[in-house]
């Protein structure tokens, strides 16, 4: 019996098994947690416990598994989605999503450097944010991999409706959202500031 064989006359090569992108994730996530620690940032909230939804915009935000800014990860996983089929729809869907994965574990290791951390508290209405706890940067990576899911199913008018309805929803909650994080990171705007923190 022939091995099946292309129109070219070679042989197809096996595909990536599915476990190991599995195990490739969870490295990442490990070598977030790992350096992140190694970096100085807590294991969980310095008040002790571990919560599923923290909705007070206080010194709990990016303690706990959950806050309003896990939407704005949400919204990064489809941004990357985006990304990555304009630029690679070619490789496989696991090996992207690795990707993604690996690019919103480097940002929440560069989140919670010593620059970006005082960016925030100079800059943003983040006054007392210390950098975010592990447990919480890692739930951050997840939240990105639901978004990047999300993309994946939703038709692109509902991915669009989503991202407007999430940044409404912000806006209106925590006067702050992924767009108003990104300005006032890299330009910030005083008015707006002020707006943010009430004023």
């Given at each position: ?87 690679a729809r070619r490789l496989p869907m696991p090996l992207r999503l690795l990707l993604a994965v690996g690019i919103e574990g480097a940002w929440e290791i560069a989140e919670n450097s010593p620059f970006i951390i005082d960016r925030y508290r100079t800059a943003t209405l983040s006054l007392d944010y210390y950098g975010d706890s592990v447990v919480n ?63």
């Open positions: 019996m022939t091995a099946l064989t292309r129109g070219d006359g070679t042989t197809p090569r096996a595909g990536v098994a599915p476990w190991l992108y599995v195990l490739a994730i969870v490295a990442v996530l490990v070598v977030v947690a790992e350096v992140e620690l190694v970096m100085g940032r807590e294991p969980i909230c310095t008040c002790g416990f571990i919560s599923l939804w923290h909705g007070a915009v206080d010194s709990q935000n990016s303690q706990q598994l959950a806050d309003w800014y896990t939407f704005t990860h949400i919204e990064h996983g489809l941004a990357f989605y985006a990304l990555l089929f304009l630029v940067s890692v739930a951050d990576v997840v939240a990105m991999m639901v978004g990047f899911w999300m993309a994946r199913r939703l038709p692109v008018w509902g991915t669009v409706a989503f991202v407007v309805l999430v940044e409404v929803l912000l806006v209106l909650t925590i006067r702050d959202n992924l767009a108003l994080n990104i300005i006032m990171l890299i330009h910030p705007i005083e008015m707006l500031k002020q707006w943010q923190l009430g004023g």
